[in-house]
């Protein structure tokens, strides 16, 4: 399910500056997407993503 940076500091309890590193990495890692709609930016797994996490 896709969520939002704002979404993943509440739901981690991190700050918003680790989330986006983290966010920053696993995207360059092939392991996330941002797909951006108005002023949201949503981040969802890749199918890579979703292997590797299983959930």
Do not use: I
């Not at 918003?16 to 392991?31: D, I, M, T, W």
């Amino acid at each position: 399910m896709p969520a939002t940076t704002t979404q993943l500091v509440r739901q981690l309890g991190l700050s918003l500056g680790a989330v986006g590193g983290h966010l920053a990495v696993l995207r360059e890692s092939g392991l996330v997407t941002r797909t951006r709609t108005g002023r949201s930016v949503h981040y969802e797994r890749t199918p890579l993503g979703e292997s590797l996490a299983g959930d």
